[in-house]
C-alpha cells in the first residue's frame, strides 16, 4: 500500500477549524488507498508564545528545559489533530518523537537526527490508524527531550519519509509552493512547477525558502520528492526533487538576504594558515560566514573580506580583533548597511555571460556592486542596503524570471499523485534504490555530514585586475569584454574596495586562454583606468562536495586547517550549500588534494 506523509506547519493547524481541515485532508488521503504519516507543528505563534514566557522568567534558561518547554507545542497538536480524526469516525493515533523513537544527539535547541525507529509507526499504520507525529522533536540517549531548531518539523516530515520510504513527502503551508523570488518584494514573482535540491538548498540558506535547510538536505541525501504547496487549496505546489524545472535556463530562482554586514580584516600577512586564523575564532562562536573574499595579495598581504548576519557582527569583530593580532592585520573595517543578493541555476554551470548579465542589469540602474563570489550554482553580490530590494526586482526581471518557462510545456511535470498506476511503479524503483541508500546509511547517523567527492582542477589559470575603480558599471564591463574576446570565465571574485577606493576584480579561465585573457584584461584595464593586471599561469582548483556542507559549519575550517598544517597557501574561496572551492598555487595542487582527501576520509562516502 502507497504511503503518503503529510506535513502541516504552525500556520495549517492555527485553530480549530484548520486542524479538522487538515484532519479531514488526511482521511481522504487514506480512503484513496494510502497509509498516512501526519507531522504537525505548534498551533500558529506557540513556539515564540513559549519563548517569550520564558524569556519573561530569565534570559538565560537552561537549554534541556526550554527543549522541555517548546516540545509541548507540538504535543498539544497532535493530540488535537487524533481528536479531530476520532471525531470524523477514523482511527488515529497521536505520537511523541520519544514514543515514535526519533534519536537525535546532545545538543538541545539544534539536534541532529541520529535514527528513527519505524516498527511502532509500521504496526500502528498496519492497525488501520493515521499515525500523527510530533514534529521537531525527539530525544537523546538518556531519554532528554531535544527539538530540532526552529522550523523543524519540515525535517522531521522529510526524515520519516525517509525511513519509512514514503511514496510522497507532502508539506502543508500557508504558501502554494516556492517562488522565484520573495513575492513580497517582487510581486511579479512566480510559482515554480519545480525545483532541485542542490536550487533549493541554495535558496533555503539564502533565506528565501519556506523550508528548513536540513530537510532539504535529507531529501538529497536519501532521494525523498518533497511537494510544497497550500494547505487551503488542492492545486499542485512545488515538487523539489533531483532535476530542475528547466535545465537550459541559467538562473531558476533569486534572493535577497537583507540583513548582511561585511567584515574586512586589512593588511593580513598572506601565508598559510591566515583564513583557519580568522575563521576558526568565528565559527567557534557559532556565526555562520558567507561570501568570503580574498583578494590576491599585493606585496605579501592581503585584504580578507566577508560577510556575517548583520545581528552577529559585534560577536563578529569580537572573533575577528583577537584573529587581527595573530595574523598581523593592519587594519578592520566593517559595514552593517548592506544586503546581498543571489541568483541560483543549476543551469548556470553549462553557460556563459550569467554573471555578466547579472551585472549589466545592476550597472544600468547605477547600482554599485561592492563584492562578487560566484560558485558553480550561484552568483552573489554585495550591494547598498537602501538599493537592494529594487537591485533584486531588477535581476528577477533580467533573467525574465517572472516569464512562465512551461508556456507550450512538452517538459515532463514530476509526479504529485500516488495514486495512478505509473506513479507507484516509478515509487517502486525508487523505493528500491532509497532502501539501499537507507540500509548503507543506517550503520551511521542520519544527518552527518556526508561528502560525496575532493577533487582537483589543474586545467585553469588565474587573471586578476588590480585597482579597479570603484563605481557601477566596471564588473558589467569586463565581463563584456572578456566574453566578447571568446573567453570562458569560471569563477569571478571582486574584493570589498580597499581604504584607497580600489578594488580587485579575478576570474579563472581554460589555461589555453590564459594569453588571450591578460591581452584583453590589460586592454580593458586601461581602458577602465585601472592599475594592472597580474596573472597566474598555474592555479589549482580544490573542491570539496557532498550534502550538508553549510548546516555543519565546520567544512571549510576542516579544509583550512588541512591546507594550513600542509602549508598551502589558499588565494581565492568561494562556498555555496554543496561546495566548497579553494584556488591554490598550481604546484600544490596534489599535495592539497592528498591532504583533503585524508582530512575527509571519515566522511567521504
Ligand atoms: N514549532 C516549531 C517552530 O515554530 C517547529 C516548526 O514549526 O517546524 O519552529
Ligand atoms: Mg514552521
Do not use: W
Amino acid at each position: 500500500m502507497p504511503l503518503i506523509v503529510q506535513k502541516f506547519g504552525g500556520s495549517s493547524v492555527a485553530n480549530p477549524e484548520k486542524i479538522l481541515r487538515a484532519a479531514r485532508r488526511a482521511i481522504r488521503a487514506q480512503q484513496e488507498g494510502n497509509q498516512v504519516v501526519m507531522v504537525v507543528s505548534a498551533m500558529g505563534d506557540t513556539t515564540d508564545d513559549l519563548l517569550d514566557l520564558a524569556a519573561k522568567i530569565t534570559d538565560r534558561p537552561p537549554a534541556r528545559e526550554m527543549d522541555m518547554l517548546l516540545s509541548t507545542g507540538e504535543q498539544v497538536s497532535v493530540a488535537l489533530m487524533a481528536i479531530a480524526i476520532h471525531s470524523l469516525g477514523n482511527k488515529a493515533l497521536s505520537l511523541t518523537g520519544a514514543q515514535i523513537g526519533v534519536k537525535t544527539d546532545a545538543s538541545y535547541r539544534k539536534a541532529r537526527i541520529k535514527s528513527i525507529e519505524t516498527a511502532r509507526l509500521r504496526k500502528s499504520l498496519d492497525d488501520g490508524n493515521i499515525v500523527i507525529a510530533a514534529g521537531f522533536q525527539g530525544i537523546d540517549d538518556d531519554f532528554n527531550i531535544t527539538t530540532l531548531g526552529r522550523g523543524g518539523s519540515d525535517t522531521t516530515a522529510v526524515a520519516l519519509a525517509a525511513v519509512l520510504r514514503a511514496d510522497a513527502c507532502e508539506i502543508y503551508t500557508d504558501v502554494d509552493g516556492i517562488y522565484t523570488t520573495d513575492p513580497r518584494v517582487v510581486p511579479e514573482a512566480r510559482r515554480a512547477s519545480r525545483i532541485s535540491y542542490d536550487e533549493m538548498l541554495e535558496l533555503a540558506s539564502l533565506g528565501a525558502g519556506v523550508m528548513h535547510s536540513r530537510s532539504i538536505e535529507f531529501g538529497k541525501k536519501f532521494d525523498v520528492p518533497i511537494h510544497v504547496r497550500s494547505s487551503f487549496t488542492d492545486q499542485p505546489g512545488t515538487m523539489i526533487v533531483a532535476d530542475p524545472e528547466r535545465p537550459d535556463l541559467p538562473v531558476s530562482g533569486a534572493a535577497i538576504t537583507k540583513d548582511e554586514a561585511r567584515i574586512t580584516v586589512q593588511g593580513v600577512v598572506d601565508k598559510p594558515g591566515a583564513s583557519l586564523e580568522i575563521f576558526s575564532r568565528i565559527a567557534a562562536k557559532n556565526i555562520s560566514v558567507d561570501m568570503i573574499v580574498q583578494n590576491v595579495g599585493e606585496s605579501g598581504r592581503a585584504d580578507i573580506s566577508f560577510t556575517v548576519p548583520q545581528t552577529e557582527l559585534d560577536t563578529a569583530l569580537e572573533a575577528v580583533r583577537e584573529a587581527a593580532k595573530i595574523v598581523q592585520a593592519e587594519g578592520i573595517t566593517s559595514d552593517a548597511n548592506i544586503a546581498k543578493i543571489s541568483v541560483v541555476g543549476l543551469g548556470m554551470a553549462k553557460q556563459t555571460g550569467v554573471a555578466q548579465k547579472m551585472f549589466r542589469s545592476l550597472a544600468e540602474a547605477g547600482i554599485n556592486i561592492q563584492m562578487i563570489t560566484t560558485s558553480e550554482i550561484k552568483i552573489s553580490v554585495l550591494v547598498s542596503r537602501e538599493r537592494a530590494q529594487e537591485a533584486l526586482r531588477i535581476v528577477h526581471r533580467a533573467f525574465e524570471l517572472d516569464r512562465d518557462p512551461q508556456a507550450g510545456s512538452q517538459l515532463p511535470r514530476a509526479s504529485e499523485a500516488t495514486s495512478s498506476k505509473d506513479a507507484s511503479n516509478n515509487a517502486n524503483a525508487r523505493n528500491e534504490i532509497a532502501a539501499a541508500v537507507v540500509a548503507r546509511l543506517q550503520s551511521m547517523n542520519m544527518e552527518d555530514l556526508t561528502i560525496d567527492d575532493v577533487s582537483l582542477d589543474s586545467s585553469q589559470a588565474r587573471v586578476t585586475i588590480s585597482g579597479v575603480p570603484d563605481k557601477p558599471g566596471l564588473a558589467a564591463q569586463v565581463f563584456e569584454d572578456v566574453a566578447a574576446a571568446g573567453i570562458f570565465v569560471d569563477m569571478i571574485v571582486q574584493s570589498h574596495p580597499s581604504a584607497a577606493g580600489v578594488a580587485s576584480l579575478s576570474f579563472t579561465v581554460p589555461k589555453d586562454q590564459l594569453k588571450k585573457s591578460v591581452e584583453a584584461a590589460t586592454r580593458i584595464g586601461q581602458s577602465l583606468g585601472c592599475k594592472g593586471v597580474t596573472s597566474s599561469p598555474n592555479i589549482a582548483k580544490l573542491s570539496v562536495s557532498g550534502v550538508g556542507l553549510r548546516t555543519h559549519v565546520g567544512v571549510a575550517i576542516r579544509m583550512f586547517k588541512a591546507l594550513a598544517t600542509a602549508g598551502v597557501n589558499v588565494e581565492m574561496i568561494n562556498t555555496s550549500e554543496v561546495r566548497v572551492n579553494v584556488v591554490v598555487d598550481g604546484t600544490s595542487g596534489d599535495r592539497g588534494l592528498t591532504e583533503l582527501q585524508s582530512a575527509f576520509a571519515d566522511v567521504l562516502r
